[in-house]
């Protein structure tokens, strides 16, 4: 079945930086792709997703890139602020359903 | 603004009670999920439903059952709670040609 997991369980970056945040996935059939964000004690929310179509796509200082050829995506998140700190998941769809990575928690070190 | 509202935050129950967990949505989605989040292993899908009076089990229904009598409320019941069960209990909902889910906030559930 599908598998779908993340790099690192925690990231430190200082305020500023850019942010990469890594996420495999097993079933090379999967086209589509998506990222949340888990701000504490709140549900996930949706922050972008990508079509297998694409390699790369870009929102308010966020890019999603995928390497189909690996089977792996990544969330950058440019000049990270506090704001950002969070847990970021990835997700891929199973049917009408979506299989979620284990999370990381992105801390922001000032 | 569009809105998921789970009727409980924080919960605490003693093993071998019934619990219900509430949820609804303001969207007019007809599909609706119920996760459960614990440190380390994520998000984990316990039941879904596509349609009002339709359910699907997820990857960990035991222990589980809901009901989705109305479009807009999917509830899951814990017939008798245990301390396995004590967890984050997260709500969700989306159209049906979109993997966008829109959660609500969680309601931590603890069993004594």
């Known amino acids: 079945g599908e598998s779908v997991g993340l790099h690192l369980p925690t990231l430190s970056v200082q305020e500023g930086d850019n942010s990469i945040i890594n996420c495999a996935y097993s079933n090379s059939a999967s086209d589509y792709f998506i990222w949340y964000k888990q701000e504490s004690g709140k549900g996930p929310q949706f922050i972008i997703d990508i079509r297998s179509n694409m390699d790369k796509r870009q929102g308010q200082r966020v890019t999603v890139l995928l390497n189909k050829t690996v089977k792996h995506l990544s969330l950058q998140i440019a000049a990270t602020q506090p704001g950002d700190s969070a847990v970021y998941f990835c997700a891929v769809p199973r049917g009408n359903k979506l299989t979620f990575g284990t999370g990381t928690q992105l801390k922001v070190e000032l | 603004d569009v809105k998921v509202t789970q009727s409980s935050r924080y919960l605490v129950k003693r093993t071998g009670e019934k619990v219900f967990l509430e949820c609804v949505q303001d969207?007019?989605?007809?599909?609706m999920f119920w996760y459960r989040q614990d440190p380390g292993l994520g998000l984990r899908l316990i039941y879904f439903?596509?349609?009002?009076?339709?359910?699907e089990k997820g990857d960990i229904p035991e222990g589980y059952s809901v009901s989705r009598e109305k479009k807009e409320r999917f509830s899951l019941i814990l017939e008798s709670a245990s301390t396995n069960q004590t967890s984050m209990y997260l709500c969700?909902?989306?159209?049906?040609?979109?993997?966008?889910?829109?959660f609500g906030e969680g309601s931590r559930l603890t069993v004594l």
């Open positions: 969207m007019d989605h007809e599909n």
């Open positions: 969700a909902s989306t159209r049906v040609d979109t993997g966008e889910l829109f």
């Open positions: 439903s596509y349609d009002v009076k339709m359910k």
